[in-house]
Nanobody
Framework: QVQLVESGGGLVQPGGSLRLSCAAS????????IKWYRQASGKQRNLVAT???????NYADSVKGRFTISRDNSKNTGYLQMNSLKPEDTAVYYC?????????WGQGTQVTVSS
């Protein structure tokens, strides 16, 4: 089994920044893709950003130019740097990590953007 621990969420004012982390541990074979999803209250979970093991990235249109996904393969950790945050970014953010071919979900971390 693989355990994921997310951190970095919180309350921030519009225009502010947060950095989320997702650390994987346990029976790791090889972490392939790392993805970040978010789910606003009463809405479906949506993909925000993806990074491959080689560092190729992809973003949802709503976060392009504001969010940056990255990873440290030596630490089996993924990151999501969120800048210029807007109230509509408020959601629970989940990391999804592919251990070889098996996906695992983090527990989620709340991000609230409000003045």
């Amino acid at each position: 089994q693989v355990q994921l621990v997310e951190s970095g969420g919180g309350l921030v004012q519009p225009g502010g920044s947060l950095r989320l982390s997702c650390a994987a541990s346990g029976r790791i074979i090889k972490i392939n893709s790392i993805k970040w999803y978010r789910q606003a209250s009463g809405k479906q979970r949506n993909l925000v950003a993806t990074i491959t093991r080689g560092g190729l990235t992809n973003y949802a249109d709503s976060v392009k130019g504001r969010f940056t996904i990255s990873r440290d393969n030596s630490k089996n950790t993924g990151y999501l740097q969120m800048n210029s945050l807007k109230p509509e970014d408020t959601a629970v953010y989940y990391c999804n990590v592919e251990n070889w071919s098996t996906p695992y979900w983090g527990q989620g971390t709340q991000v609230t953007v409000s003045s």
